[in-house]
Every structure is written in structure tokens, then in C-alpha cells.
């Protein structure tokens, strides 16, 4: 009787007493073992300042201000790939630290951070770009002239700024070609340090004192001369500079990175890139009036829940201006910025 007629004895024998155990396991074709959440604790871990990021590299400062102070080359752990690592953060290290030519050392943790700035791409985009990590000072570099300056985008920078909680200061270049009282008079009720530069004529001895002991970074529309600055400031740096085009007014980008220096003096600035806008999608409009606190002192008078537009009743804003006690132009950037922010 053969085993289609139901006796499997036979069958027993050939095969023995085999089951789902005796299944054979293919075996992982990359030869690596199997992948687990746990993450190494890195205790070992070397602490860096961020000195600038290049397509995927990081430039690390370790050490800092030790015997053995030294700039090496990064990159980052897998577990980081969603997160932005930029100039001026403090992270962790892993890896070769030597700083030895072809080294490379790995970023496997960014410590927290004190402030950030950032901007978006305009007012109705809220995705945030971070400009940069743990800046307690914001200088504002705007040219008295070519190009002509643009005291709308200041406001924009103010507002960043105090939504940052990095206290700002202002610095006017190419005063010798044009007197920048008019424009400072918008800005006459806050309480920001102004400096004043010309061709030749840097005021390094005024900054100077204002940066040491800071991380302070340059922000300013393209060909302001705020490159220009920053070579002064830190000798031998040769930040890429440029001119302004003689048919539109308008700056080339010159500076294309973002880069953290140490001034010589004390401090350290971080140099970026010119922009021509500055979107505040990110900014609670709540926080807005906080850059105008010479407004903000007059709009303490309006009725509660009071939007400070143009069309807002008995708003004491539009009232001070009806009456010459504020100026016209201020209260119009404040409005425009709550327009564009509101919707």
C-alpha cells in the first residue's frame, strides 16, 4: 500500500520526527547585524561651537579657548537627518577629533539651544529657516545710501529680533555719502545703539566693546558694505565683497555662507548672507508691537482687543497720528506688518 492510500509509515521513516524548528533561515544578506532602536549614549562625547556649514560638512570648533583649540571637519549621525544643524550650535561629538588631515568626526547631538533666529520664505509662509543658533545680539547693517535704505525691512529684522529675544543695535555705513539723519529719525523713540561707518573711516573702536563677550550676527539687504565690516572687524578674514548695480540700486550676493568668526577683541560675529526680504510667517502677530516699543507705549490707550489697523476704532494709534504726535510713516510699516501677518 503506498502512502496515497493513507499508510505513511514509509514517509515517517524518510523524514523522521522534523518540524517548523528545522526550517532553514536565510541569512541577512548584508551581513550586518539586525537594526535596534537603542541608540549608544556617547558619554564620550566631545562639546563644539559650529563654525560654518558646507553641502553636508560642518566646520567644529573644539576645545574652544583650550591648549588644544582646533577647527575639524563633521558630519552628521543618521538619527540627525531631519533635524537642522546650523552656525552657532552647540553639539556633540563622536569619532575622530584629531582634527588631522582627512579626519572626520560625526554630530550625533545638538545641545539646547538659547535662541534662534530665523525667517521664512515670505509673510504667509510659516516653514521657518534657521538662520543661525544661540546669538544673543543682532546687528543691523544698513547703508545711508546705494542702496538707499529701507526702513520697512529694518522693522522686519526688529521683529525677529525681539521674537528671538536677541537684543539688536544698528550699524549706518557710507555716511560719507549721504547723512542718515532722516532715516535714524524713524527710529528715534528705541532704545538701540546706533554706530556710524564711512570708507575708511570703520567704527571699530565704538564696536568693539559692544561685541566682546557677545555672539552677535550681521544681518543686512545685499551691498550695504556689511562684508566690508566684517574684514574690518576680523583681519585676514577676505569675506567675499561687492558692488552695487548702477541701473537697479540693487546689491549682489556676495556673502553665499554663513560663517561664525572670533573678533580679535573679544566676542564673536557671525557673517550672512545679503538678503532682499525677510518673511515673519513664524511670528505671532501678538509679538509684533514689541519692535515698536515707541509704539507699543501709545497703543497701551486703545481698547482691548484694538487690531492697530488703519480702519480699527478709536485706536489711539491712528488718533496720535491725526494729531502730529506720532509719525505717519512709523505707524504705516507697524500696520503693514500686522496686514501682511493677519492676513
Known amino acids: 500500500m503506498s502512502w496515497l492510500d493513507g499508510d505513511d509509515s514509509e514517509l515517517d521513516e524518510d523524514f523522521g520526527d522534523w518540524d517548523e524548528s528545522d526550517v532553514r533561515i536565510r541569512p541577512n544578506p548584508k551581513g550586518n547585524r539586525p537594526r535596534t532602536k537603542t541608540r549608544p549614549g556617547h558619554d564620550d562625547a566631545v562639546i563644539g ?4 556649514v558646507d553641502r553636508g560638512r560642518y566646520t567644529v570648533l573644539v576645545d574652544e579657548d583650550g591648549p588644544e583649540e582646533r577647527a575639524i571637519t563633521t558630519t552628521r549621525a543618521r538619527e540627525l537627518r531631519d533635524q537642522a544643524i546650523v552656525t552657532g550650535d552647540r553639539v556633540d561629538l563622536v569619532g575622530d577629533t584629531s582634527g588631522d588631515e582627512g579626519s572626520l568626526a560625526r554630530i550625533v547631538r545638538i545641545r539646547p539651544r538659547l535662541t534662534l533666529l530665523r525667517r521664512s520664505a515670505d509673510d504667509s509662509d510659516e516653514v521657518e529657516r534657521i538662520i543661525v543658533a544661540n546669538a544673543d545680539q543682532l546687528m543691523i547693517v544698513v547703508a545711508a545710501a546705494d542702496p538707499e535704505p529701507r526702513p520697512r525691512l529694518v522693522d522686519r529684522y526688529l521683529v525677529a529680533a525681539y521674537d528671538a529675544g536677541i537684543a539688536p543695535l544698528m550699524v549706518i555705513t557710507k555716511t560719507d555719502l549721504q547723512n542718515p539723519d532722516a532715516f535714524l529719525a524713524a527710529f528715534a ?23 566682546a563677550g557677545h555672539t552677535t550676527v550681521a544681518v543686512g539687504h545685499s551691498g550695504v558694505g556689511k562684508s566690508t565690516l566684517v574684514n574690518a572687524l576680523v583681519p585676514g578674514t577676505d569675506r567675499a565683497v561687492g558692488v552695487v548695480n548702477a541701473v537697479t540700486g540693487r546689491g549682489r550676493h556676495t556673502s553665499s555662507s ?26 505671532d502677530p501678538d509679538n509684533i508691537l514689541r519692535a515698536f516699543s515707541d509704539l507699543a507705549a501709545v497703543a497701551a490707550e486703545c481698547p482691548r482687543g484694538c487690531t492697530h489697523l488703519p480702519d480699527a476704532p478709536d485706536c489711539a494709534l491712528n488718533e496720535a497720528v491725526a494729531e502730529g504726535r506720532l509719525s505717519p510713516d512709523r505707524v504705516d510699516s507697524l500696520q503693514r506688518l500686522l496686514e501682511s501677518l493677519t492676513g
Open 189 to 211: 523713540g528705541l532704545d538701540i545703539p546706533v554706530f556710524r561707518s564711512a570708507q575708511g573711516a570703520f567704527p571699530l573702536a565704538e564696536l568693539a566693546p559692544a561685541l
Open 258 to 283: 554663513t560663517v561664525s568668526l572670533r573678533v580679535p577683541t573679544g566676542g564673536w560675529i557671525i557673517d550672512t548672507p545679503g538678503v532682499r526680504s525677510f518673511g515673519l510667517g513664524h511670528v
Open 49 to 52: 561651537r559650529v563654525l560654518s
